[in-house]
């Protein structure tokens, strides 16, 4: 059974950062494109970021671009979003994702992903 299990959100001040981490156990890591999702009170479950099996590939919402990042160590089975210049609308629960098909390169659909951690939550103050 695969487990993803996220770490590192938290309460930060607008322009601060966070890197948020995703250990994951149970297959083997580096045959599968990872992603995080967030999903803010009141909202639907959105795509934040994704990154490809081999980790050559990333993949952003327009609203991300430039300010996070997302990487990969498959030596620890782990995934990484770093989170710069944060603002208060990207407030929300995280969750990390791990895709249901080895070998994928571009993968940024929320039905995609078989495997969904438990979520960590992001509040950005003002």
């Known amino acids: 059974q695969v487990q993803l299990v996220e770490t590192g959100g938290g309460l930060v001040q607008a322009g601060g950062s966070l890197r948020l981490s995703c250990a994951a156990s149970?297959?083997?890591?580096?045959?599968?494109?990872m992603g995080w999702f967030r999903q803010a009170p009141g909202k639907e479950r959105e795509f934040v970021a994704a990154?490809?099996?081999?980790?050559?590939?990333?993949y952003y919402t327009d609203s991300v671009k430039g300010r996070f990042t997302i990487s990969r160590d498959n030596a620890k089975n782990t995934v990484y979003l770093q989170m710069n210049t944060l603002k208060p609308e990207d407030t929300a629960v995280y969750y990390c994702?791990?895709?249901?098909?080895?070998?994928?390169?571009?993968?940024?659909?929320?039905?995609?992903?078989?495997?969904w951690g438990q979520g960590t939550q992001v509040t950005v103050s003002s």
């Open positions: 149970g297959r083997t890591f580096s045959w599968y494109a």
């Open positions: 994702a791990a895709d249901s098909t080895p070998s994928r390169t571009r993968v940024t659909g929320l039905y995609d992903y078989e495997y």
């Open positions: 990154i490809s099996w081999r980790g050559d590939r990333t």
